[in-house]
């Protein structure tokens, strides 16, 4: 649960509902943070293993706290040392006391009160007294004072994740751009299209690679939409939206104070009592992440097919070579890279269901599930965020083209025949297709060979510039067959 070696054995003793629990005398969290620890080993990942998510919840807290002391419930002492101990832990510190399992029961509660005790037991030690000592600054009277776990918990993780999805849409920038400057480098890379994977019609490597960005902006504009939405939050709604324990205006001033802090468009939902059951903003969000996985699945699928081989695929692509492939087959090497990523899409597309099914299990006022599901999406940002990085530096950057034998496998293949088309016409098309299907000759081989065009008109046809885009040349056939 936590290093031993940091305490010294001594013990406090705290009580609250269901009886009393010695806590170590040093420790920032207190006795419901404790029976959190002790009822819930589940994931093995907890809280302090997403940073962000601890700085959502200071936030959060600290926007209460100066809500609250603008309406008197704290006085100066309590609202400054509350507010010092919020910017330590936005700052980084003592997230080591935070030991909640991020998949709990109790609908979150764990995880604010294990906030609202460590908040608590920094301000004493502010403000001069020891750890434990509520009634000068209390966990429940004083840190979550106007609030509710069903406000405090849903706000704070939403702010986790806009912190996180920060990071993710920044790899994802990054990742654009190198798929952009490989369609740069590959731009008069001509290969074979393929449709079902069969010959299709020349295009270019560039052309390939801009596709890839091109989609990946599509889903990064989606993300960002999805990510300020998560800025709408239920901050006053206390237990069940009707604003409970709450006094008239806390709820404005609160979200003038968060966006104060952060500086981010933070916005109250318009119905409280709907916002706090609801959870179709992460539910999206999620969609997005798992659409994204889509995307970078066929990206993935198409660099492994572009680089098989070397000498019995299609061998369009160098792929850097990472690591030995084969623990018997000597030589052999494989995209371990595009690998990973596509293995580490399928578990965001697993908790994307994960995060359906917590979400449709709102029942009445309140949705129980949410652990469960904010765990999916910090844990989804997570590996999509690692992965869109490791594919950039590992695979993406260092990919080279196989010139040679894309423009060997354009003159070779059949397909070619359709670019061929409008200048040689169908009959001439149709004759040369057969023949080579026949003759396992190459289209381009058997039109210089029937004389159809001469080859400087032929070399014309399959310029780069001329297949990217609808071209009208000016080439007639020498000849019909």
Known sequence: MTNATKFSGKTRTESDLIGTKEIPVEA?????????????????????????FIVGMAITKKGAAIA???????????????????????????HEYFLSDMIQGGAGTTVN??????????????????????????????VNASQSTNDAYPTA???????????????????????????????HVVKMGRTQLQDGVPMTLGQ????FA???????EDLKECTEELLCINMGATAIGTGICSEPGYSKLCVEALREITGWNVTLAEDLIEATSATDVLVGYSSELKRIALRSIKICNDLRLMGSGPRCGIHELFLPEMQP???????????????????????????????????????????VMEPVLVYCLFESIELMTNGFNTLRTLCIDGIRADVENCMAQVK??????????????????????????????????????????????????????????PVKLDIKPKKQL
């Open 325 to 367: 492939g084969s623990s018997i087959m000597p030589g052999k090497v494989n995209p371990v890279i595009p690998e990973v990523m596509n293995q580490l899409c399928y578990k965001v597309i697993g908790n994307d269901t994960a995060v359906m099914l917590a979400s449709e299990n709102a029942q009445l006022e309140l949705n």
């Open 113 to 142: 009160m294990n906030a609202n005790e460590v908040i608590a037991n920094r301000a004493l030690e502010i403000m001069g007294h020891q750890h434990g000592e509520y009634q000068f600054c209390s966990p429940n009277d004083h």
């Open 157 to 187: 993780f939403h702010f986790g994740v806009y912190i996180k999805s920060q990071e993710l849409m920044k790899a994802m920038e990054l990742f654009i751009n190198s798929l952009e400057n490989k369609a740069r480098e590959f731009a």
């Open 68 to 94: 609250n002391h603008k309406q008197g419930k704290l006085t100066d002492e309590q609202y400054k040392a509350i507010c010092q101990a919020c910017d330590e832990l936005i700052a980084g510190k003592h």
């Open 28 to 52: 920032l969290y207190g006795v419901q943070s404790m029976r959190g620890f002790e009822n819930f080993k589940i994931s093995g990942r907890l809280m302090n293993d997403y940073p962000a």
């Open 412 to 469: 070779n293949s059949i397909g070619i025949v359709t670019a061929l088309n409008p200048i040689i016409g169908y009959k001439n098309s149709t004759k040369i297709a057969k023949e080579a299907m026949q003759t396992g000759k190459g289209v381009y081989e058997l039109v210089l060979e029937h004389g159809i065009l001469s080859k400087e008109d032929l070399d014309t046809i399959l310029k780069p510039e001329n297949m990217i885009e």
């Open 208 to 211: 390939t690679f801009q596709a």
């Open 214 to 220: 091109d989609g990946m902006k599509k889903g990064l």
